[in-house]
T-cell receptor, first 114, second 114 residues
């Protein structure tokens, strides 16, 4: 079935370091891809999205490119801040659009140290 | 807009008691999702509604769990009787069909069953 695989956490970085969180997916159709972020004590919120191959989603300095050839949607940021500490979830839509469910990965905890 | 509103934010109850969690989706959204989040199992979709009708309840763990959506602006998730293993954070999310599948999450209800 359709699924999302994220790199295991926690990821611990120093402030201003480069961030990559890997996400790969398995889908039979043409899903849209998302990154959601969950700050401590809060619900998930959309960080960025991409709807088709080669699209790049970006927001708050984060970027991810929809790579169909490698079925990947890796999250990157050039210089992380302590305030970026959170859990990051990769997700995809129903590839055929039959439902509007999202399939979430397991989440990756990012801890940024000053 | 006030966003998705969940109540209560925290609930502490004793095993065997009935628990009711409440959710008010964003006005105009026609899909509503209930999730459960635990350290062990991550984020799990319990049930989702489209236009107030339950579409997929395959994630509901057992008959002790039930969900209703009597109108477009209100949903409940009930656990009767509650058990310690039900302790988790429960999230409600809503989305607009045709709105790019973006789900908007509430702040969650942290349930502790003693």
């Amino acid at each position: 079935g359709d699924s999302v695989t994220q790199m295991e956490g926690p990821v611990t970085l120093s402030e201003e370091a480069f961030l990559t969180i890997n996400c790969t997916y398995t889908a039979t159709g043409y899903p849209s891809l998302f990154w959601y972020v969950q700050y401590p004590g809060e619900g998930l919120q959309l960080l960025l999205k991409a709807t088709k191959a080669d699209d790049k989603g970006s927001n708050k300095g984060f970027e991810a490119t929809y790579r169909k050839e490698t079925t990947s949607f890796h999250l990157e940021k050039g210089s992380v801040q302590v305030s970026d500490s959170a859990v990051y979830f990769c997700a995809l839509t129903d590839p055929w659009g039959a439902t509007n469910k999202l399939i979430f990965g397991t989440g990756t905890l990012l801890a940024v140290q000053p | 807009d006030a966003g998705v509103i969940q109540s209560p934010r925290h609930e502490v109850t004793e095993m065997g008691q009935e628990v009711t969690l409440r959710c008010k989706p964003i006005s105009g959204h026609n899909s509503l999702f209930w999730y459960r989040q635990t350290m062990m199992r991550g984020l799990e979709l319990l049930i989702y509604f489209n236009n107030n009708v339950p579409i997929d309840d395959s994630g509901m763990p057992e008959d002790r769990f039930s969900a209703k959506m009597p109108n477009a602006s209100f949903s409940t998730l009930k656990i009767q009787p509650s058990e310690p293993r039900d302790s988790a954070v429960y999230f409600c999310a809503s989305s607009l069909e045709g709105g790019g599948n973006i789900q908007y999450f509430g702040a969650g209800t942290r349930l502790s069953v003693l």
